[in-house]
T-cell receptor, first 115, second 115 residues
Framework: AQSVAQPEDQVNVAEGNPLTVKCTYS??????LFWYVQYPNRGLQFLLK??????LVKGSYGFEAEFNKSQTSFHLKKPSALVSDSALYFC?????????????FGKGTMLLVSP | GAGVSQSPSNKVTEKGKDVELRCDPI?????LYWYRQSLGQGLEFLIY????????KSGLPSDRFSAERTGGSVSTLTIQRTQQEDSAVYLC?????????????FGQGTRLTVV
């Protein structure tokens, strides 16, 4: 079965500093990985995805994510955090080995960027 | 429309009453998902529709929950005899196809409160 783990409930970072939000996954085949962001009282917004190819994927709002097959990780990163990046971030996966199309989400990580 | 539309945005109901939640996906999207988001619980998969295929109902928590999708477009999630533990935000998403690398787009959600 496909699964995703986000080991940190909350990440705190000062504005201007780099940020990392961690995600690890478990699948039987090739992973299809996604990051979403949720602002207060809003739905989820798609940030970026990894399907194949370069391990470093660039997405919206200056975010990027690094796919690491050996560590089964897909950490979200940004070189310089903004206060406006404060939100709830979700990692999600589909398992290419099962052909199953439903997205499985992690429990989310709250990112707090302080001025 | 431009995005996934859900109605109502908020619903307060008495315990034991039935409720219907509506989702209008992005035009042309063949896949439709329902998720439930409870505080601290992440996103819980409920049901998945893809074209004319039988829906994947494996995430429905009890037989009080059902969903249908008419004409391959609008979907309704029905909860019968609501319980307090049904209180959550119900999110609908759609995607262009069932391709594993296809991102899903989410609506704003319906916040259900059972009193």
């Amino acid at each position: 079965a496909q699964s995703v783990a986000q080991p940190e409930d909350q990440v705190n970072v000062a504005e201007g500093n780099p940020l990392t939000v961690k995600c690890t996954y478990s699948v039987s085949g090739n992973p299809y990985l996604f990051w979403y962001v949720q602002y207060p009282n809003r739905g989820l917004q798609f940030l970026l995805k990894y399907i194949t190819g370069d391990n470093l994927v660039k997405g919206s709002y200056g975010f990027e994510a690094e796919f690491n097959k050996s560590q089964t990780s897909f950490h979200l990163k940004k070189p310089s955090a903004l206060v406006s990046d404060s939100a709830l971030y979700f990692c999600a996966v589909r398992d290419g080995g099962s052909g199953y199309s439903t997205l499985t989400f992690g429990k989310g990580t709250m990112l707090l960027v302080s001025p | 429309g431009a995005g996934v539309s859900q109605s109502p945005s908020n619903k307060v109901t008495e315990k034991g009453k039935d409720v219907e939640l509506r989702c209008d996906p992005i035009s042309g999207h063949t896949a439709l998902y329902w998720y439930r988001q409870s505080l601290g619980q992440g996103l819980e998969f409920l049901i998945y529709f893809q074209g004319n295929s039988a829906p994947d109902k494996s995430g429905l928590p009890s037989d009080r929950f059902s969903a249908e999708r008419t004409g391959g477009s609008v979907s309704t999630l029905t909860i019968q005899r609501t319980q307090q533990e049904d209180s959550a935000v119900y999110l609908c998403a759609s995607s262009l196809s069932q391709g594993l690398g296809t991102e899903a787009f989410f609506g704003q959600g319906t916040r259900l409160t059972v009193v």
